[in-house]
């Protein structure tokens, strides 16, 4: 079994976020980036169900992504493709990767849910839609029935249970695999695994971002006294209006 | 050009996310002065369909189509596109759903349209641009996305824009349109439904409970609580990694964002992680023992105390709220 794992090079999840260039800009300055964690999972589950020899890794960005890459191959992927380009936004991500994926046969696509930057989760289904593959966004188990998958589906309150036939393209959230910590045998030859560096389809990006705000600072906090829970309930009904 | 607003049913009715959606979508078709169309796929009554027109939808297409009754977001994705495509609309709006996610991306493929996901306001329009403002950073930034392409795919969040009723009556007629075979490789097994919780999402009450309520054992009152508020139960990270409660109660930047009228944290410092996921909520409400605990800093109203003599007196004085009300 062939599985492409697709990764996001994202802001780590301490990262308070400020931006630069009267707010059109995201500031990098200090920030740590890590393998997005969602990706983390699908890379987890793809090395449980293809064996490491057949996880292949993939990212759409510049030469700076490559320590994330390095970091997948550490855990256990057997070869990296970096198309050397700026993530435009989803489109230009999922159309770059759908021409690699044209050209090289896999059973199953997997992408995290979202990445923890931008939050599109469209890659998984803009995939889909140009491979024409089935594809399920935001799945908590994968099992793999000969030529078929068994996806778990999260619904508003509950979830679905799908067969879907492979090849097909899936975004793993939390519950698909634990992530998996690279050993240091995985550390050493991450190294000298094969990255392949492919330059960029030309295509045109469909949007961009103008501007960014952070959410409006919220007031002083009102305390009530810990015996007092009626007066709490009282607020929450007559001050906030919310019960 | 008329705006198409593809109306996501449940079990055949339709949800208040599903009309703010039609509400949004008829305040951009206001913009440009022009009409909205509405799109139901599966099995949903005439008295439900005229529901949309009610939140301000000019006509009503009704795909009833049997193979359809599931959702597929391959197949949903063909006839939405290929109606949008009838209708001439240039603007496909719908619900930031699990669905709706999953549904976006492929009708923007289809129609060369920009997908924006996550909106959070209605779009603006000037001087020819085109913009919509969306979360980003998993709630720790929105983002101003401006559309480049002649169509636009927008996914509203749910609990972000309130539903407006209208006195419009609208024809519904039945719409089909070809399903390819390629679109119909995946089957619905099963749904399974906790039918008796409120889906967190979409709650505009949710009681959330973290690493100071100790073990899983002690989330009787957490959930006390959330029933006499009709709530939905949620935790922190720490909470579903050690199986405590479930990974779809896990709100946070790697869970769930909620949107909320009222977020109770009970027992949670307040993690960035956390306060990422909770940002949008309108009214927090923090308990802990702690009071230097983050939580407070972005709490409005907040108890200083322990958790396990707090929450029984606040279910009390609840009860006590609703025998007066």
Known sequence: MKILVCISNVPDTTTKITFTDNNTQFNTNGVQFILNPYDEIALARAIELAGESGVTVINVGDAGTEPTIRKALAIGAADAVRINAKPLDAWFV???????????????????????????SKVAAMLGELLDLPSVSIAKKIEIDGDKAIVEREIEGGKEVLTV????????????????????????????????????????????IISYETPAPRGQVTLVAADDAAKLIDLLHTEARVI | MPVLIYAENADGKFKKS??????????????????????????????????????G???????????????????????????????????????????????APRIGVKLDAAVVDGATALPEQNGGKFTVKKTAFSGKAFATVEITSANKVIALVPNAYKVVETAKSAQIENFSAE???????????????????????????????????????????????????????????????????????????TGIAVSPNLYIAIGISGAIQ????????????????????????????????????????????????????
């Open chain 2, 179 to 253: 399903v390819k075979e390629s679109d119909l490789k995946t089957i619905l097994k099963e749904i399974v439904r906790s039918t008796d919780k409120v889906s967190l999402p979409d709650a505009e009450i949710v009681v959330s409970g973290g690493r100071g309520l100790k073990g899983p054992e002690n989330w009787g009152m957490v959930e006390e609580l959330a029933n006499l508020l009709g709530a939905a139960t949620a935790c922190s990270k720490p909470v579903s990694d050690a199986g405590w409660r479930p990974h779809s109660e896990h709100v946070g930047q």
């Open chain 2, 18 to 55: 599903t009309f703010e959606a039609v509400s949004y979508a008829r305040a951009i078709a206001n913009q440009t002065n022009t009409q909205l169309t509405a799109i139901s796929v599966g099995e949903v009554s005439t008295d439900e369909l005229n529901a949309l027109a009610k939140y």
């Open chain 1, 165 to 208: 036939v492979l090849p097909l393209v899936i975004g793993t959230a939390e519950g698909v695999a634990e992530p998996k910590i690279p050993n240091m045998r995985g550390i050493m030859s991450a190294r000298t695994k094969p990255l392949t560096i492919v330059e960029p389809a030309e295509v045109q990006t469909n949007s961009n």
């Open chain 2, 274 to 325: 956390h306060l990422a996921g909770i940002s949008s909520s309108k009214v927090i409400v923090a308990i802990n023992k702690d009071p230097e605990a983050p939580i407070f800093k972005v709490a409005d109203y907040g108890i200083v105390g322990d958790a396990f003599e707090v929450v029984p007196k606040l279910i009390a004085a609840i009860k006590e709220h609703k025998a007066l009300a």
């Open chain 1, 94 to 120: 999922a159309y770059q990767i759908g021409q690699y994926a044209k050209q090289n046969q896999f059973d199953l696509i997997l992408t995290g849910r979202e990445s923890i930057d931008y939050n599109g």
């Open chain 2, 57 to 103: 939808a000019d006509k009503i297409l009704n795909v009833a189509n049997a193979q359809l009754k599931n959702f597929v977001n391959q197949a949903y994705a063909s006839v939405i596109a290929a109606a949008a495509k009838k209708e001439g609309a240039d603007i496909v709006v719908l619900s930031n759903s699990f669905s709706g996610r999953g549904l």
